[in-house]
C-alpha cells in the first residue's frame, strides 16, 4: 500500500492511496475459506458448503470490509509517518482510474494546528485584588437558595413564581391545530416559559378550575404554522404548588460542602 500527502489549505490535508487489488483478493479468499469451516446453510451440513456458493452469498460483504480495512490501515499509516493529528473524521473517496493492478482513494481531512508557547519569562502578571463585601455575599446565598428551591402543594389561586400542572387544547376555527394541546404539562409562571398572554390568563386560576379564552400569537412566533394568528385556547388547572426556598442553616451548609454545618 502506498500513499501521499497533500496540504490544501492552513489545516485542511488530502491523502492519496493505492491499496493492491492482489492483496485484497487474497485476503478476501482467506476470510472466505475461513468462514466456509462453520458456515450453516439449508440442505447442506456445517463445513460442507461448496466455496463457489459461499463466494456468491458473502463475497460482496466480506470485500468491502477487507477493502474497508485496508483503506483505514492506509489512512492510518499515512497520518502516522507524516506525523499529522487528525481531528474529526476523513472524508473518504475512491478515485475512478484505469488501473487494474490497485484501487485508488483519498482522504479529505483537517489537522490540529500547530501552538508555540513564547517566551514568557519576562512576562509580569497583576494579580487582581476583590474585595467581597456583605452585599455580595447575600446575593451569592440568595441565588444558591433559588437554586434549591422545593415546591409545595397550595390551595389558592395561581400566582406568578407557582408552579403549576395544566391540560390545555388550542384550536384555530374549531380544530385542534399541531403543538397546541398538551396533559400534565408543568411550568413555573413569570420566567416566560409561555406565552405572556398565555399566563395571564391562567394567573388566579385554583387547581380543577378551568378557562377559555383567545390568544393571538407573535408575528415572529417559532411556530410559523401559527404565528401571528389567532386561537381559542381551554386549560385546565390539575395543581398549583408554592415555592419555598430552603433556610440558611447548618443543613444548607453542609448541602454545600461545609461538614460541620457552620454558617459563620
Given amino acids: 500500500m502506498s500513499s501521499n500527502v497533500e496540504t490544501l489549505g492552513s489545516l485542511e490535508r488530502r491523502v492519496s492511496m493505492s491499496v ?3 492483496e485484497i483478493e487474497k485476503q478476501v479468499d482467506e476470510r472466505l475459506k475461513k468462514m ?17 456458493l459461499i463466494a456468491q452469498t458473502y463475497g460482496p ?11 483505514q490501515k492506509a489512512f492510518s499509516d499515512a497520518v502516522r509517518d507524516a506525523n499529522l493529528r487528525v481531528a474529526g473524521y476523513p472524508r473518504i473517496e475512491r478515485k475512478d482510474v484505469a488501473n487494474d493492478a490497485a484501487l485508488e482513494f483519498s482522504a479529505t481531512f483537517e489537522v490540529y494546528p500547530e501552538i508555540k508557547i513564547g517566551d514568557v519569562s519576562s512576562a509580569t502578571i497583576e494579580r487582581p485584588q476583590v474585595t467581597v463585601d456583605d452585599a455580595a455575599v447575600d446575593k451569592t446565598i440568595e441565588i ?4 434549591r428551591v422545593h415546591y409545595h ?5 395561581a400566582e406568578n413564581g407557582d408552579r403549576i400542572t ?4 388550542g384550536t384555530q376555527d374549531g380544530t385542534e391545530f399541531e403543538g397546541g394541546s398538551g396533559k400534565d404539562h408543568t411550568t413555573v409562571l413569570g420566567e416566560g416559559r409561555l ?5 395571564k390568563a391562567v394567573v388566579g386560576l385554583r387547581a380543577g378550575e378551568s378557562r377559555t379564552f383567545e390568544l393571538t400569537f407573535p408575528e415572529d412566533y417559532h411556530g410559523k404554522d401559527v404565528a401571528g394568528k389567532t386561537a381559542s385556547f ?12 430552603p433556610e440558611v442553616d447548618a443543613e444548607f451548609a453542609k448541602q454545600l460542602g461545609i461538614g460541620d454545618g457552620d454558617i459563620r
Fill in 36 to 52: 466456509a469451516r462453520n458456515v450453516r446453510m439449508p440442505g447442506f451440513r456445517p463445513g460442507k458448503v461448496p466455496m463457489k
Fill in 153 to 157: 402543594v397550595a390551595d389558592r389561586g
Fill in 61 to 71: 460483504q466480506v470485500r468491502s470490509e477487507v477493502l474497508g480495512d485496508a483503506v
Fill in 195 to 199: 406565552l405572556a398572554d398565555f399566563e
Fill in 144 to 147: 444558591l437558595r433559588k437554586q
Fill in 166 to 169: 395544566i391540560d390545555y387544547t
Fill in 20 to 22: 493492491p487489488t492482489a
Fill in 234 to 245: 381551554s386549560v385546565t388547572v390539575k395543581q398549583v404548588e408554592t415555592p419555598h426556598l
